[in-house]
Nanobody, 120 residues
Framework: VQLQASGGGSVQAGGSLRLSCAAS????????MAWYRQAPGKERELVAT???????NYAESAKGQFTISRDNAKNTVYLQMNYLEPEDTAVYYC???????????????WGQGTQVTVSS
């Protein structure tokens, strides 16, 4: 199982970015996907989660600014980030709670992280 994140980059304050994360694997079954971020010198924090049934939760800091969505057919989760501020600068990680086969347990898998840099 692999999670491949993309879409990070450098933008000016007020700009937007859209992150994508695709989970690959022949027989995977995904219960939930999420985005986390880790700013320099800080702990990793949850940004947003979305379940296979489209139940969505956001961190307080993400409400009204970020939108998480999911394409179940593509096993892909997105994070639309608008009105970005320098405080949003971080490495963004995708996470999936999935099982790799019908007989395996559900576990957390992580993508490699994608850098988002917002300049003032």
């Amino acid at each position: 199982v692999q999670l491949q994140a993309s879409g990070g980059g450098s933008v000016q304050a007020g700009g937007s970015l859209r992150l994508s994360c695709a989970a690959s694997g022949d027989r995977i079954s995904i219960k939930a996907m999420a985005w986390y971020r880790q700013a320099p010198g800080k702990e990793r924090e949850l940004v947003a989660t979305i379940t296979s049934g489209d139940n969505i939760n956001y961190a307080e800091s993400a409400k009204g600014q970020f939108t998480i969505s999911r394409d179940n057919a593509k096993n892909t989760v997105y994070l639309q980030m608008n009105y970005l501020e320098p405080e949003d600068t971080a490495v963004y990680y995708c996470n999936a709670y999935l099982r790799s086969t019908l007989y395996s347990r559900f576990s957390d898998y992580w993508g490699q992280g994608t850098q988002v840099t917002v300049s003032s």
